[in-house]
T-cell receptor, first 110, second 114 residues
Framework: DQQVKQNSPSLSVQEGRISILNCDYT??????FLWYKKYPAEGPTFLIS?????DKNEDGRFTVFLNKSAKHLSLHIVPSQPGDSAVYFC?????????FGAGTTVTVRA | EAQVTQNPRYLITVTGKKLTVTCSQN?????MSWYRQDPGLGLRQIYY???????DKGDVPEGYKVSRKEKRNFPLILESPSPNQTSLYFC?????????????FGPGTRLTVL
């Protein structure tokens, strides 16, 4: 039973606009959340994280929002660029095991 | 260059033929882990290791073995592979000292079991 869910398998966005990726989790014990980005034929690379004591973390064009009461987090990419076209995985942990969502494929259109 | 390496990158084998996928990291990380990626399921953790000689099961350990005899290496062993182990496998590592740091992933090994 997946504890981390990304219900949108794909997202298409125009270059320059905002991309919003969503992630829901069921385990209320999770206290650290991460987003990874994956290009074809490569391993996932870390993008941004947030701990449960915060509700927002920003790094350049990437912002992650956490709503603990709703068990929901989102990743905002502003502005979207062609190089952002990739698969994005949401992940969560409260110990040394990491649970991933199924991923969302983002396509940035010129 | 700091990295996690996996070998082989691609492997086609037959049911029941034992195989090993190697993983090595040059960052002196205490923690290492193996994942498999399947369509619609994302990455699922197979085994992880907190340090040398310390390993523990992830969410999908059945059919796999691991060992951690040296800090830098964490091989994944399939004693008797079956077709349902056809998947994309990733090794990862991270520093010890807590959960609040990210894992670094290798490039992946695509395994096909016929």
């Amino acid at each position: 039973d997946q504890q981390v869910k990304q219900n949108s398998p794909s997202l298409s966005v125009q270059e320059g606009r905002i991309s919003i990726l969503n992630c829901d989790y069921t385990n209320s014990m999770f206290d650290y959340f991460l987003w990874y980005k994956k290009y074809p034929a490569e391993g996932p690379t870390f993008l941004i994280s947030i701990s449960s004591i915060k509700d927002k973390n920003e790094d350049g064009r990437f912002t992650v929002f956490l709503n603990k009461s709703a068990k929901h987090l989102s990743l905002h990419i502003v502005p979207s660029q062609p190089g952002d076209s990739a698969v994005y995985f949401c992940a969560a942990t409260n110990d040394y095991k990491l649970s991933f969502g199924a991923g969302t494929t983002v396509t940035v259109r010129a | 260059e700091a990295q996690v390496t996996q070998n082989p990158r691609y492997l086609i084998t037959v049911t029941g033929k034992k195989l090993t996928v190697t993983c090595s990291q040059n960052m002196n990380h205490e923690y290492m882990s193996w994942y498999r990626q399947d369509p619609g399921l994302g990455l699922r953790q197979i085994y992880y290791s907190m340090n040398v000689e310390v390993t523990d099961k992830g969410d999908v350990p059945e059919g796999y073995k691991v060992s951690r005899k040296e800090k830098r290496n964490f091989p994944l062993i399939l004693e008797s592979p079956s077709p349902n182990q056809t998947s994309l496998y990733f090794c990862a590592s991270k520093p010890g000292g807590g959960i609040y740091n990210e894992q670094f992933f290798g490039p992946g090994t695509r395994l096909t079991v016929l």
